[in-house]
Each structure stands twice: as C-alpha cells, then as structure tokens.
C-alpha cells in the first residue's frame, strides 16, 4: 500500500510527503479490518496461549519455591541428625573407653590378686616344706642317734675303738637314708 501511495505521487507530480486523501482512507480501512480480524481471531488465541504460558510458569515459580523450601528443610534436618550422630558418635566412644578403662583395672586387679594368692600359696608350700625338712632333720638325727647308741652297746668304747664305732655308725646312718640339702634360710627358721 505504501507503494502504492509512492506511486501515486510520483504520477500526481506531488512530493512523497503530500498527504492524499484516497490513499489515507484505504490506509484507514486496511487498517480497520486488519484490526477486527485480529482482535476476533488472533488476539484471544494469542492472549489465552500468553495466559496458559503466565500459569504455566506462576506453578513453576511455585513449585521451584516449594522445592526449595523443602530442600531448605531437608538440610536442616540432615544437618540435625548429623550432629546427632555425631554426639551419639562421642558419647559411644567416651562409653567405650570408660569400659576398656574399667575392664583394663578390673584385669589388673585380677591379675594382682593372682599373683598375690600364688605368692601366698608358694609361701605356705615354702613353709610346709620347711617343717618337712626340719621333721626328717629331727629323724634323722634321733636315727642317727640310735644307730651310734646300737654301735656303743655292742663294743666297749674305749679310745681308738669307741672312734671307729662312732664313724661306722656315720658312714651307716648316711647310707641308710636319703638326707636333702636345703638352703641355709630353709633350715634357719
């Protein structure tokens, strides 16, 4: 249409600037029905797609809002009961070594009341020992006592003679029975 008006004015010998009447009343009218056409058939189309897509994207908005807040409430929560777990973490631990710590005394003293009742059982046996030796030092000596006295009644012990009989009776008392050397504290008590 424009082209048309250009030629229009070329052909009338006025300038491109001149206003026409003809020419502004077609301009007017395809103006006019362009415009009812698009205001009956495009423009509800277009408006109710503009309006699908505004909702389309307010329930985006909305739904990325709400998923943010979830997300927000959810490290919360994560982040609660991580540090739940690590105080449950802590106290476990403190409970355990406060156990091992217990059971490594409850062990010690165990072991020391072991020791000390070994000692004690190792003493009495010590003791028991002790009385044995001194038991058959005593028969011993009343044995040998016997044997030197059986010596002297059957000879007249009389100098050189009486000497022999007393180192018979030795030399029989060491044979006839089994003397045990102890220790000089075994013996002293």
Excluded: C, Y
């Amino acid at each position: 249409m424009l082209l048309a008006a250009v030629v229009a004015a070329e052909g009338s010998g006025g300038s491109f600037t001149d206003l026409n009447p003809r020419t502004a009343i077609v301009t007017w009218v395809a103006f006019g029905i362009t415009f009812v056409l698009l205001s009956l058939r495009a423009w509800p189309r277009l408006a109710a797609t503009l309006e699908a897509r505004e909702l389309m994207i307010a329930e985006g908005i909305r739904k990325a809002e709400e998923a943010e807040e979830r997300a927000r409430m959810l490290v919360e929560q994560q982040t609660r009961l991580l540090d739940e777990a690590r105080r449950e973490a802590h106290q476990l631990l403190a409970a355990a070594r406060a156990e091992g710590e217990h059971q490594a005394k409850a062990m010690l003293q165990s072991a020391q009341a072991a020791m000390a009742d070994e000692r004690r059982q190792h003493r009495q046996e010590v003791a028991r020992e002790q009385a044995a030796a001194l038991q058959e030092l005593r028969q011993a000596a009343v044995e040998l006592t016997l044997l030197t006295v059986a010596h002297l009644m059957k000879r007249d012990l009389a100098g050189e003679e009486a000497r022999r009989a007393a180192e018979e009776a030795v030399e029989d008392a060491g044979t006839g029975l089994k003397l045990h050397r102890r220790s000089p504290d075994l013996v002293s008590t």
